[in-house]
């Protein structure tokens, strides 16, 4: 069974680089044509796609966060990475990874095959 854990700094502060880890146990991150996600929920909202790395390494990101966004991967860790940078406490949000067998993005949960637990971030000086 595939799991993946988040894990970083719960508290950021504005300006700063916010960066997580996502640890996946169980399956590899260059399994054949799995894509792996970036994903968040703030305070009393819906959840908004950030970005994902591919399989193959290629990454594709959200538009409204693509100036400030990179997801980098450690193969021989098994791990993906997120840098937010500059952020704001309209960053604050609980951020997920999650993977789907398929490109494309998606904000139901329903799209995709397995997720994190999420980890709390919040924005504040």
């Known amino acids: 069974q595939v799991q993946l854990q988040e894990s970083g700094p719960g508290l950021v502060k504005p300006s700063q680089t916010l960066s997580l880890t996502c640890t996946v146990s169980?399956?590899?991150?260059?399994?054949?044509?799995?894509?792996w996600s970036w994903i968040r929920q703030p305070p009393g909202k819906g959840l908004e796609w950030i970005g994902y790395?591919?399989?193959?390494?290629?990454?594709y990101y959200s538009p409204s966060l693509k100036s400030r966004t990179s997801i980098s991967r450690d193969t021989s860790k098994n791990q993906f990475t997120l840098h937010l940078s500059s952020v704001t406490p309209e960053d604050t949000a609980v951020y997920y990874c999650?993977?789907?067998?398929?490109?494309?993005?998606?904000?139901?949960?329903?799209?995709?095959?397995?997720w994190g637990q999420g980890t709390q971030v919040t924005v504040s000086s």
């Open positions: 999650a993977s789907r067998a398929r490109a494309g993005w998606s904000t139901s949960r329903n799209d995709y095959d397995y």
């Open positions: 169980g399956g590899s991150i260059t399994k054949n044509y799995y894509y």
């Open positions: 790395v591919s399989y193959g390494g290629s990454t």
